[in-house]
């Protein structure tokens, strides 16, 4: 519908009428999507109405057709800022885009996935993952390795004697933290101007007996005299000042230090006593598994005031597992392992033991699994028929067998864990009911620490705070031997003889990670075998 003009206008004055009223409204627009200022409110059509019948003017201008917010709309016309920047920019931004995803994609160059047929390639592979390749770069053990070397530092600033006692779980780190103070010790000794300290290293369970670790000794120190024994030859030389004084501060580490545990405790007593005579030389740096084996077997060191500090390594972590396993592979020019896998492993070995040994086993296994599938494939592809569409067919399969099989997937892992930790143990114990589990939850929770047997009392009481915890009511005490005993002829425990039931000493005759791993699928359990964890999410 045109729209009226005034009497006596122009008949271009509506156009020009037009344009004038749309410049209003996209300036108004403007306006309002900055925020100085809101557009009129909005005549109704009621008020239209009645001035038409009171003879007032008409709206000389038509509404706009359909008018968007200038806020969706911002980038939509071609004068609009965003538009106006690309066309007069649009070739120098494109330029520089592309050129910076160049550079993040050959920051992060995946690497081929390598050849399981390779010979060369295969031993280079497992040699990497085998436990007694030694790492170029040990991480996670920072921390522990830093409070070993400043405790060694101090002693031969000082030129004191000192004892120090490194313990953890099995496959933390421990021997080989040692192995990289004793080089930087070295290397700081001879950098800061000070004596080079004599080293001797001593697995115990090399030893043909007990003492002979004083020979050891000894024979770093001077000839040995046949008048008197190592340990009193040592005994007397770190008594005099006047014999020890030229001598070099010398550092013993003796790893699996729990083997010179004798009835008497003699042997394992006197090594730590060597470190306090007043003209000792010796720092000493005891490894074993045991948490509590300074408190149980050395009670008269602490009467002297002179117990051996304590640095505890421990169990591997999740992703501590996952950082070593990716530094061992980082320096193989392919990849082997598809990330999930390695997190696959990281996670079931962390949460059974956080043995890192384990976990290299189990990638080793992992990559067997591989091989067996390689033989497996290339043995079921029959090429001796003659359909060629049945060849084709063939020929894509084999293509596609080499694509998928040259990484170690998830199934494999999955596999070679099962493999390591799916044994009969694990299937019987998860079959067990829910008092038995409890049990031998409560026997790994009493062994921890290097205690290897217990009364049935005793295990009864831990069995008692374990169900008073889940919230559980539980058995008495005769229910409970006569679950020990059910326990025991299946292998799983091991019973002694005794007077009364409550007095028969108990064994695990199997694996604690056995255990773990069997019942760390019930929540309950891993929390109550999570040690340390006061705050238990139940």
């Given at each position: 519908m045109p729209s009226i003009a005034g009497n006596g206008s122009p008949p271009f004055a509506v156009d020009e009428?037009?344009?004038t009223k749309a410049v209003k409204v996209e300036k108004s627009g403007e306006?309002?999507?900055?925020?100085?200022?809101?557009?009129?409110?909005?005549r109704l059509r009621s008020n239209s109405a009645a001035a038409e019948e009171d003879g007032g003017p008409i709206a000389t201008t038509p509404s706009p057709t359909k008018w968007k917010s200038p806020r969706r709309c911002v980038n939509g016309t071609p004068n609009s800022p965003a538009n106006r920047i690309t066309k007069e920019y649009g070739n120098k931004l494109g330029k520089s885009d592309k050129s910076l995803v160049k550079k993040l994609s050959d920051a992060f160059i995946e690497k081929p996935n390598w050849n399981p047929r390779d010979v060369e390639q295969l031993s280079a592979v497992k040699d990497k993952l085998h436990v007694s390749t030694a790492p170029c770069t040990l991480v996670c053990r920072e921390d522990e390795q830093k409070r070993v070397l400043q405790f060694c530092r101090q002693c031969i600033e000082q030129e004191k004697a000192g004892s120090l006692y490194v313990c953890g779980c099995p496959g933390t780190g421990k021997s080989l933290s040692m192995e990289?103070?004793?080089?930087?010790?070295i290397k700081w000794a001879k950098e800061a101007g000070f004596q080079q300290p004599d080293v001797l290293t001593v697995n115990c369970t090399s030893l043909t007996n007990t003492s002979e670790i004083f020979s050891k000794i000894v024979g770093k120190n001077q000839p040995q005299k046949k008048t008197t024994s190592p340990l009193q030859?040592?005994?007397?030389?770190?008594?005099?000042?006047?014999?020890s004084a030229g001598m070099k501060m010398m550092l013993i580490i003796a790893d699996e230090l729990d083997y010179l545990i004798t009835k008497d405790r003699a042997v394992l007593h006197d090594l730590f006593m060597l470190t306090t005579f007043p003209s000792s030389r010796c720092i000493l740096i005891g490894i074993a598994n045991a948490i509590?084996?300074?408190?149980?077997?050395?009670?008269?060191l602490q009467s002297l005031n002179c117990k051996p500090m304590v640095v505890t390594f421990r169990a591997y972590s999740k992703d501590q597992i996952m950082l070593i396993l990716q530094q061992r592979l980082k320096d193989l020019p392919y990849t082997v392992f598809q990330p999930q896998a390695?997190?696959?492993?990281?996670?079931k070995v962390?949460?059974?033991?956080?043995?890192?040994?384990?976990?290299?086993?189990?990638?080793?296994?992992?990559?067997?699994?591989?091989?067996?599938?390689?033989?497996?494939?290339?043995?079921?592809l029959d090429l001796s028929s003659a359909d060629i569409g049945f060849l084709d067919q063939r020929s894509q399969a084999c293509d596609l067998i080499k694509q998928n099989s040259r990484i170690v997937r998830v199934d494999h892992m999955a596999i070679a864990l099962s493999k390591t930790y799916r044994s009969p143990v694990v299937d019987t114990i998860q079959s067990l009911p829910q008092h038995q589990q409890i049990i031998l939850c409560s026997a790994v929770k009493l062994f921890r620490g290097g205690k290897k047997d217990a009364t049935i009392g005793e295990l009864s009481k831990s069995y008692l705070d374990i169900c008073k915890l889940i919230l559980i009511p539980p058995v008495g005490i005769m229910e409970l031997s006569s679950m020990c005993r059910v326990l025991g002829d299946q292998g799983i425990l091991k019973l002694g003889q005794a007077r009364e039931d409550k007095l028969r000493r108990v064994t695990l005759n199997v694996d604690e990670a056995d255990i773990a791993f069997a019942l760390q699928g019930i929540r309950v359990f891993r929390n109550c075998l999570n040690a340390g964890?006061?705050?238990?999410?139940l």
């Open positions: 009428l037009k344009r306006v309002r999507a900055s925020g100085d200022s809101t557009p009129g409110k909005r990289r103070v004793k080089e930087s010790l030859n040592l005994q007397n030389l770190y008594s005099q000042k006047q014999q509590d084996l300074a408190d149980r077997f050395l009670p008269r390695l997190e696959l492993c990281a996670r962390a949460a059974a033991c956080g043995d890192m040994r384990k976990a290299l086993c189990i990638c080793r296994s992992a990559i067997e699994m591989l091989e067996a599938e390689l033989r497996e494939s290339v043995c079921n964890n006061k705050n238990m999410d």
